[in-house]
Nanobody, 121 residues
């Protein structure tokens, strides 16, 4: 059974840090590309960061460059999003998406349930 579970969301003050985790099971995580998205109330879901299957290619939205870092631990089927210098505009539900790489024969795309991040004084 395929499962993606995000965790680590919390209420923090501006300038604080959080580390989100995306734990996976039920599929071959080591050949998956993983992205983080976020959605604030009343807004469209937006791209935040992504990492390829081997962790050699990283991409970030301009709004989080220099503050967020995505990484992965394939041995434990986990992807992380380290979030530093958080701002109120970072407040959103953060979602993890795991999908097959473009070169993969078997195609798939899975989503987690989301974790709430709130940045406020």
């Amino acid at each position: 059974q395929v499962q993606l579970v995000e965790s680590g969301g919390a209420l923090v003050q501006p300038g604080g840090s959080l580390r989100l985790s995306c734990e996976s099971s039920g599929f071959t995580f080591t050949v998956s590309s993983v992205s983080w998205y976020r959605q604030a109330p009343g807004k469209e879901r937006e791209f935040v960061a992504e990492i390829n299957s081997t962790g050699t290619i990283l991409n970030y939205a301009d709004s989080v460059k220099g503050r967020f870092t995505v990484s992965r631990d394939n041995a434990n089927n986990v992807v992380y999003l380290q979030m530093n210098n958080l701002k109120p505009e970072d407040t959103a539900v953060y979602y993890c998406n795991a999908r097959s790489e473009a070169w993969a024969i078997k195609k798939y795309s899975y989503w987690g349930q989301g974790t709430q991040v709130s940045v406020s004084s």
